[in-house]
């Protein structure tokens, strides 16, 4: 695995806590993330085990970091075009990214990266992928917090102890942009396999359970959307 931060991601998360808000809600959400002027992509997660059944998963893209993480807000790289119009069609870095602030939304502060694996896009490359979704709750943000991030959150643990059957992917770090929200760090993990060895990824989920260490579920992907060329239809089941 390798540490690669070339590009400013962001993403937004909504939390559904039982059927019913999932369902008077996420037709809602979805149109407001295709709406968003840098968005990228949308994963709906639904839960294999875990507290929350549903959770919508968006990426934005923020810009493009220099080697000290700077983020430029303006552009003109052909790799950089050719990456984000696979994701909508249409997004070019001619249009300024813009950093979002508001309640959901998280930055990525890191992201551990098997070989070979890219950044961008975030689309599911397997119809078994699953992911573990860690959420934590800290009154402070701190740089030192954040520097030791992969100790205390577990991501040292998954890198090192999660069965090869599940064919780990990618880790990814995110801060929240506000001070709201219930949840300030959250690790996302994504796993190539998982469905058609499910009870790996269940033993794997109670041992992260066992740690102690922030609230923790499984999801497999049960919808993926992006921009598509024409008005985006959220109509059909």
Same mark, same amino acid.
């Given at each position: 695995?390798?540490?690669?931060?070339?590009?400013?991601?962001?993403?937004?998360?909504?939390?559904?806590?039982?059927?019913?808000?999932?369902?008077?809600?996420?037709?809602?959400?979805?149109?407001?993330?295709?709406?968003?002027?840098?968005?990228?992509?949308?994963?709906?997660?639904?839960?294999?085990?875990?507290?929350?059944?549903?959770?919508?998963?968006?990426?934005?893209?923020?810009?493009?970091?220099?080697?000290?993480?700077?983020?430029?807000?303006?552009?003109?790289?052909?790799?950089?075009?050719?990456?984000?119009?696979?994701?909508?069609?249409?997004?070019?870095?001619?249009?300024?990214?813009?950093?979002?602030?508001?309640?959901?939304?998280?930055?990525?502060?890191?992201?551990?990266?098997?070989?070979?694996?890219?950044?961008?896009?975030?689309?599911?490359?397997?119809?078994?992928?699953?992911?573990?979704?860690?959420?934590?709750?800290?009154?402070?943000?701190?740089?030192? +917090?954040?520097?030791?991030?992969?100790?205390?959150?577990?991501?040292?643990? !998954? &890198?090192?102890? #999660?069965?090869?059957? =599940? /064919?780990?992917?990618?880790?990814?770090? +995110?801060?929240?942009?506000?001070?709201?929200?219930?949840?300030?760090?959250? !690790? &996302?993990?994504? #796993?190539?396999?998982? =469905? /058609?060895?499910?009870?790996?990824?269940?033993?794997?989920?109670?041992?992260?359970?066992?740690?102690?260490?922030?609230?923790?579920?499984?999801?497999?992907?049960?919808?993926?959307?992006?921009?598509?060329?024409?008005?985006?239809?959220?109509?059909?089941?």
């Amino acid at each position: 695995m390798s540490v690669k931060a070339s590009f400013s991601v962001q993403a937004k998360f909504q939390f559904y806590k039982d059927e019913e808000s999932f369902v008077v809600g996420w037709r809602d959400t979805a149109r407001s993330n295709v709406n968003h002027k840098t968005f990228l992509e949308g994963i709906l997660l639904k839960s294999v085990d875990s507290p929350y059944p549903y959770v919508d998963y968006s990426v934005f893209y923020g810009g493009v970091k220099d080697i000290q993480g700077l983020t430029f807000q303006h552009v003109d790289n052909n790799h950089v075009n050719n990456v984000l119009r696979v994701q909508n069609h249409r997004y070019s870095t001619d249009i300024p990214p813009s950093r979002i602030t508001e309640q959901g939304c998280y930055d990525e502060i890191e992201c551990i990266l098997r070989d070979n694996v890219k950044q961008l896009p975030r689309a599911p490359v397997s119809k078994d992928s699953v992911y573990f979704l860690s959420a934590f709750y800290s009154p402070e943000q701190t740089s030192s +917090l954040e520097k030791l991030w992969k100790i205390w959150s577990g991501a040292n643990f !998954i &890198l090192w102890k #999660c069965p090869s059957e =599940l /064919n780990l992917r990618r880790i990814t770090f +995110l801060k929240t942009t506000t001070n709201t929200d219930v949840f300030t760090y959250l !690790i &996302l993990c994504e #796993c190539e396999e998982g =469905l /058609n060895v499910i009870n790996y990824a269940k033993e794997f989920l109670d041992r992260l359970k066992m740690r102690q260490c922030g609230l923790v579920g499984l999801y497999k992907v049960e919808r993926y959307y992006i921009q598509p060329k024409e008005r985006m239809s959220l109509s059909s089941s």
